[in-house]
């Protein structure tokens, strides 16, 4: 058999993308239930880790890291603020405008929830041989690839993102 042939008959793209969306929906709806059931939605854990990831950020920075309209960071922001997990500090290059930052709270409880969120990527992938996981990350990024080709770079696929509201037009 040549490479990059596969052995009996060809596989139906769509029923590809279907199981595909259907595994990704599953994977992703059981991860925020055992997140939302400790106390942290997947929607709030990608916004600290991404003022983790920066240090501190404008609002409208973190809504464009996350590829989602402003008001679903204010809402997400507003309760974790509440929670006192990120703090609005004043910007010392724009008085008008504030910083967010994540207190030592909101890193404690980002840390904890990182280890139940990679613990539940773990049990989804370890039924996979590390060979079979290696293949399938390749596969994944040529796929991611053809996805940000097709958007023409304006919206690149990112399926961490899957619980936030994308931007509206």
């Given at each position: 058999m040549a490479r990059g042939q596969a052995a009996g008959p060809e596989v139906d793209s769509v029923q590809l993308m279907e199981q595909f969306r259907a595994i990704a929906h599953a994977t992703h709806n059981?991860?925020?239930a055992r997140m939302s059931a400790a106390g942290?939605?997947?929607?709030?854990?990608?916004?600290?880790?991404?003022?983790q990831a920066a240090g501190q950020m404008r609002m409208n920075e973190l809504s464009a890291a996350l590829?989602?309209?402003?008001?679903?960071?204010?809402?997400?922001?507003?309760?974790?603020e509440k929670d006192a997990m990120v703090a609005r500090l004043p910007d010392p290059a724009d008085r008008r405008a504030t910083?967010?930052?994540?207190?030592?709270?909101?890193?404690?409880?980002?840390?904890r929830?990182?280890?139940?969120?990679?613990?539940a990527a773990a049990e989804l992938f370890d039924v996979l041989t590390a060979t079979e996981k290696h293949q399938l990350a390749?596969?994944?990024?040529?796929?991611?690839?053809?996805?940000?080709?097709?958007?023409?770079?304006?919206?690149?696929?990112?399926?961490?993102?899957?619980?936030?509201?994308?931007?509206?037009?």
């Amino acid at each position: 058999m040549a490479r990059g042939q596969a052995a009996g008959p060809e596989v139906d793209s769509v029923q590809l993308m279907e199981q595909f969306r259907a595994i990704a929906h599953a994977t992703h709806n059981r991860t925020n239930a055992r997140m939302s059931a400790a106390g942290l939605s997947l929607a709030r854990f990608r916004v600290l880790s991404a003022l983790q990831a920066a240090g501190q950020m404008r609002m409208n920075e973190l809504s464009a890291a996350l590829g989602v309209v402003p008001r679903t960071v204010t809402t997400i922001v507003d309760a974790l603020e509440k929670d006192a997990m990120v703090a609005r500090l004043p910007d010392p290059a724009d008085r008008r405008a504030t910083l967010l930052q994540l207190t030592e709270d909101g890193l404690s409880q980002l840390l904890r929830f990182r280890a139940l969120h990679d613990s539940a990527a773990a049990e989804l992938f370890d039924v996979l041989t590390a060979t079979e996981k290696h293949q399938l990350a390749r596969l994944l990024l040529r796929l991611q690839a053809a996805a940000d080709a097709d958007s023409g770079g304006i919206s690149a696929a990112r399926p961490e993102l899957a619980d936030l509201q994308p931007p509206q037009r």
